[in-house]
Antibody, heavy 120, light 106 residues
């Protein structure tokens, strides 16, 4: 069974940093691209960032470009999101999600999410 | 950026009725469109990918159609568990984008 378990969320002050993790199990991690998608309270879904299966290709939404860094450790089957210079508008539930290597960038499996709150 | 517009914003129906949800793209996305279902307090779930392919384990009452700029998700006969918010998403170009969602309510 595919399992994605996010962690690392919490309350942080504006301008602060946070690192999210997503521990994957139940599938061959290296066969999937990985993504972060977020959802502000009461709002819709917003794609944040994607990384290729080998970790050599990354993409970012304009809203986080230069502030967030996606990475993965395939030896640990874990995805990361380093978030710096956080703003109030980054407050959201952050989900990690898989994308099949050969099938394109849609979101096949999702974690349950971790809440990030940016507030003073 | 490809903008996806979903309509209607809210669909009020009864169990057993047919639901037709629309997603329109600001430019062609070929057939690279997916649909997701999200219930309150839960993560989204993939229903359909590449316009018409049902994801694993998704009941046959869910079907997707369309290509280019106009897409439809049809739920042939609503079950009580189908009342939720539905999102479309394109993977043709970066940034990946979602529609604003359609809430299917009783």
């Amino acid at each position: 069974e595919v399992q994605l378990l996010e962690s690392g969320g919490g309350l942080v002050q504006p301008g602060g940093s946070l690192r999210l993790s997503c521990a994957a199990s139940g599938f061959t991690f290296t066969n999937y691209g990985m993504n972060w998608v977020r959802q502000a309270p009461g709002k819709g879904l917003e794609w944040v960032s994607s990384i290729s299966s080998g970790g050599d290709g990354t993409r970012y939404a304009d809203s986080v470009q230069g502030r967030f860094t996606i990475s993965r450790d395939n030896s640990k089957s874990t995805l990361y999101l380093q978030m710096n210079s956080l703003r109030a508008e980054d407050t959201a539930v952050f989900y990690c999600a898989t994308s099949p290597n050969t099938g394109g960038w849609f979101f096949q499996h999702w974690g349950q999410g971790t809440l990030v709150t940016v507030s003073s | 950026e490809i903008v996806l517009t979903q309509s209607p914003a809210t669909l009020s129906l009864s169990p057993g009725e047919r639901a037709t949800l629309s997603c329109r793209a600001s430019q062609s996305v070929s057939s690279y469109l997916a649909w997701y279902q999200q219930k309150p307090g839960q993560a989204p779930r993939l229903l359909v990918y590449d316009a018409s392919n049902r994801a694993t384990g998704i009941p046959a009452r869910f079907s997707g159609s369309g290509s280019g700029t106009d897409f439809t998700l049809t739920i042939s006969s609503l079950e009580p568990e189908d009342f939720a918010v539905y999102y479309c998403q394109q993977r043709t170009d970066w940034p990946l984008t979602f529609g604003g969602g359609t809430k299917v309510e009783i």
